[in-house]
């Protein structure tokens, strides 16, 4: 071994507290290792699957999940502390914030709600909808549950067909 190599170790070493670099490595959840479950009747109206995608892992902040929604079936109106990204996988839903319109998302469509914002999001009438949900947990949680959409509320024109 040459005196550059011991020296290059010599500083690793020092640098990383004794530990090697790839002391931490990549975990992989395979496909159907995350039990599935029903949205609870209390968060949501209608037949709602969830699927748990990754949990918080320090020091990340961010959750994930696959959610799946029945035609009809949609969330409670809620606010998330650090937001919520929506990503549209399959079908055709509505999202909404607290006094604003109906909006139509489509596959592919991306949806940014801020932090604090009321809103909720779910299947059309006539089409199921499945979103990736992906929001950051703030003092241990990452929503706060509020009181259903109501049927009125819910059968609204939508503002126009697309954003």
């Known amino acids: 071994m040459s ?3 011991l020296a290059a170790a010599a500083v690793a070493l020092t640098l990383f507290g004794g530990q090697t670099a790839w002391a931490q490595s990549m975990q992989i959840s395979p496909n159907g290792a995350r039990p599935s479950s029903t949205g609870p009747a209390g ?6 699957v969830v699927t748990p995608l990754f949990a918080q892992s320090p020091p990340a902040r961010a959750t994930a999940g696959q959610v799946a929604f029945s035609p009809g079936a949609r969330s409670n109106w809620h606010t998330h502390p650090a937001g919520q990204w929506l990503v549209v996988t399959s079908g055709v839903g509505w999202v909404q914030e607290w006094n604003g319109q109906k909006r139509e998302i489509h596959p592919g469509d991306v949806v940014w709600t801020p932090p604090g914002v009321k809103h909720w999001h779910g299947a059309t009438s006539t089409s199921g909808l499945t979103h990736i949900a992906v929001q950051e947990n703030v003092e241990g949680r990452n929503v706060d549950w509020m009181e259903p959409v109501t049927a009125e509320q819910y059968g609204a024109s ?3 067909p697309r954003f």
């Open 158 to 160: 939508a503002a126009s």
């Open 3 to 5: 005196l550059k190599t």
């Open 43 to 48: 968060n949501f109206t209608g037949s709602v």
